[in-house]
């Protein structure tokens, strides 16, 4: 059973915007810290923004800060990454994380995530 599934990812045009959401299924992700990360061809999987358990601390990788904005909803186990102003270098898998039950604070480290979706592909063309 795979633990969190992402969607909402689809072929945007620069400057445009999309709004991916995460599932979970394998437990109650509402006492983790949750992420987002993106991985390009030929690339590493880098981070690009994780919320703490309650939703109030969020920390963002450098080149999104300003456009991306990511939110949770612990009622529905989802998680969401609202994206603003898209270039072609945001084209990417992007995957959904969460860290170990009762971390609650946000990491920037991909080792920090224990659950992970199988992604869902944004492709932003110029």
């Known amino acids: 059973q795979v633990p969190l599934a992402e969607s909402g990812g689809r072929s945007v045009q620069a400057g445009g915007s999309l709004r991916l959401s995460c599932v979970g299924s394998?437990?109650?992700?509402?006492?983790?810290?949750m992420g987002w990360f993106r991985q390009a061809p030929g690339k590493e999987r880098e981070f690009v923004a994780s919320?703490?358990?309650?939703?109030?601390?969020?920390t963002y990788a450098d080149s999104v800060k300003g456009r991306f904005a990511i939110s949770r909803d612990n009622a529905k186990n989802t998680l969401h990454l609202q994206m603003n102003s898209l270039k072609s270098e945001d084209t990417a898998m992007y995957y959904c994380?969460?860290?170990?039950?009762?971390?609650?604070?946000?990491?920037?480290?991909?080792?920090?995530?224990?659950?992970w979706g199988q992604g869902t592909q944004v492709t932003v063309s110029s």
């Open positions: 919320i703490n358990w309650i939703g109030f601390s969020t």
């Open positions: 994380a969460a860290r170990p039950q009762l971390y609650t604070e946000t990491s920037s480290s991909v080792m920090g995530y224990d659950d």
């Open positions: 394998l437990r109650n992700y509402g006492d983790s810290a």
